[in-house]
């Protein structure tokens, strides 16, 4: 029986990872880790029945662990205690932002296994990330499809890496995108998703980060990672052979499946999610991305090439951007107005420490934040 510490269990993946288990009777819920839904994380513990959880409040900490007489944590260092426990078998990374790079490294370098839905813990420290190549299996839909299909091809057979896009809520919106609403922004059509990869995927930068994902993941070079626009989002990803043929991933637009596929790997077991009926589609169209109008994606190639800090001040910006949108304090098209001003002051080192990943990130978000006070 599988024990699985779940990060992030509040969030869309956490609530869908849970959603899988609830039909995988040999996985365990040890334990549940939550930023501010105090009552989902309620409901979790009173259905699941971990051994420990976390959330953000010392409070709300306070309240769970009187009520259901577990040890309940609410600082950083209680999420490494979650993960490294000898009891702990899976991890399932759904932490958003860099607050997930350092439980997920400590999950690591204790030997567990990781279900990464964290893209920013690759983004931000990937280098430090890859030494445990063989524990992590990828959540993203696009990442748990390169992961089957390169699935016994050899690596030189392979030329390159196809991401689809969906192009999110304004791929073919006509209108000024200095004015589109917080509500427009986080309709996306296809997936239901949290807040901030709904801006994300709005404004391209969440496919901005899966690129520099892939590249760590798959070890391949920008220059051989392509972003191809998809709007129906039924197929998540390609390889391209160094003839010239594609292979593609086609499935059933929900998450359910490649997070199932991540729990139960390298078994493949049967889904409670509906199959997906070919006959039934309207069609596959593909598109390119206007990268004037969605700079964002340039921007996280741009800081991929270059490494060292220049992905960690990215990630950093667009976070503190992101919310700043959210809470209305900015427009939407200047979300990467401030992340390019930001990674403009970065220098590339090689190879960050875990310390000084930390560091850029911080001051990565001072910079963003005195960026947005003289946008007013």
């Known amino acids: 029986m599988p024990n699985v510490v779940i990060l992030g269990s509040t969030g869309s993946i956490g609530t869908q990872t849970l959603d899988v288990i609830r039909t995988l009777p040999e996985f365990k819920v040890l334990g549940l880790a939550a930023g501010t839904n105090f009552r989902l994380l309620r409901q979790q513990i009173a259905e699941f029945k971990p051994q ?9 900490a306070s309240a769970l662990r ?19 426990d000898p009891r702990c078998d899976l991890v399932v990374a759904a932490m958003v932002g860099a607050a997930g790079l350092k439980p997920t490294l400590a999950a690591l370098q204790a030997g567990k296994r990781v279900a990464l839905a964290n893209k920013e813990t690759l983004v931000a420290g990937g280098h430090l990330v890859m030494r445990y190549r ?10 748990s499809a390169l992961w089957q299909l390169f699935g016994g091809r050899k690596r030189e057979d392979i030329a ?8 999110g809520p304004f791929y073919s919106y006509k209108g000024d995108l200095g004015e589109v609403t917080i509500d427009q922004a986080l309709a996306h059509p296809r997936w239901n998703m949290g807040g901030k990869i709904s801006i994300d995927s709005a404004t391209l930068m969440n496919k901005g980060l899966e690129v520099i994902e892939a590249h760590w993941l798959f070890d391949f070079p920008y220059d051989a990672i392509d972003v191809v626009v998809h709007p129906q989002s039924i197929i998540h990803s390609l390889i391209r052979l160094q003839d010239g043929a594609l292979l593609a991933h086609l499935g059933t637009t929900d998450m359910r499946l490649p997070i199932q596929y991540a729990l139960t790997y390298p078994q493949v077991q049967k889904s409670p999610v509906k199959a997906l009926d070919l006959a039934a589609l309207d069609g596959l169209t593909f598109g390119t991305v206007d990268h004037e109008r969605f700079p964002s994606l340039r921007l996280a190639y741009t800081a991929g090439r270059e490494g060292g800090a220049k ?19 900015i427009k939407f098209s200047q979300i990467p107005e401030v992340v390019s001003e930001v990674i403009q002051a970065f220098q590339g080192k090689s ?13 990565a978000r001072l910079q963003a934040q005195a960026c947005m006070g003289r946008r007013g």
Not at 66 to 84: A, N, R
Not at 160 to 167: E, N, P, R
Not at 319 to 324: D, L, P, Q, R, T
């Open 351 to 363: 190879f960050p420490t875990l310390e000084e990943i930390l560091a850029i990130d911080a001051e």
């Open 134 to 143: 063989d524990q992590l299996v990828p959540i993203d839909s696009e990442h």
């Open 160 to 167: 390159g890496i196809v991401l689809t896009a969906s192009g």
């Open 52 to 60: 420990f959880a976390s959330i953000l409040s010392p409070e709300h």
């Open 311 to 329: 992905p960690i001040a990215l990630n950093a910006a667009n976070e503190e951007a992101v919310w700043a949108f959210l809470e209305g304090r």
């Open 66 to 84: 009187e009520e259901f007489s577990i040890p309940v944590y609410s600082e950083e260092d209680g999420l490494e205690e979650m993960v490294t």
